[in-house]
Nanobody, 120 residues
Framework: QVQLVESGGDLVQAGGSLRLSCAAS????????MGWYRQAPGNQREMVAS???????SYADSVKGRFTISRDNAKNTVTLQMNSLKPEDTSVYYC??????????????WGQGIQVTVSS
């Protein structure tokens, strides 16, 4: 079983920066993707950024050029550096891990979520 714990959420002014971190307890092995999702009240959860175990990244169009995702495989951590924050980035951010087993079964794990608030 994998547990994901997020940290770094805060209240920040528009134009500011925040760094979210996610630490995974339990071994994340083999083919896997870690990422960040967010969900604002009344909205569906959306993918913000993801990174594969091989280092391939993907970003939502709304955050390209402002957010950077990185990971440390040895420490089982994933980080989201958020710059030039906008009020519309306000949301609960969730860490996600998706592990593909050798039989192609996919296991998905979620963190509890952490609040990011950007004031105008």
């Amino acid at each position: 079983q994998v547990q994901l714990v997020e940290s770094g959420g805060d209240l920040v002014q528009a134009g500011g920066s925040l760094r979210l971190s996610c630490a995974a307890s339990g071994r994340i092995f083999g083919e896997n993707t870690m990422g960040w999702y967010r969900q604002a009240p009344g909205n569906q959860r959306e993918m913000v950024a993801s990174i594969t175990s091989g280092g391939t990244t993907s970003y939502a169009d709304s955050v390209k050029g402002r957010f950077t995702i990185s990971r440390d495989n040895a420490k089982n951590t994933v980080t989201l550096q958020m710059n030039s924050l906008k009020p519309e980035d306000t949301s609960v951010y969730y860490c996600n891990a998706r592990v593909t087993l050798s039989d192609r079964t996919i296991l998905t794990f979620w963190g509890q979520g952490i609040q990011v608030t950007v004031s105008s």
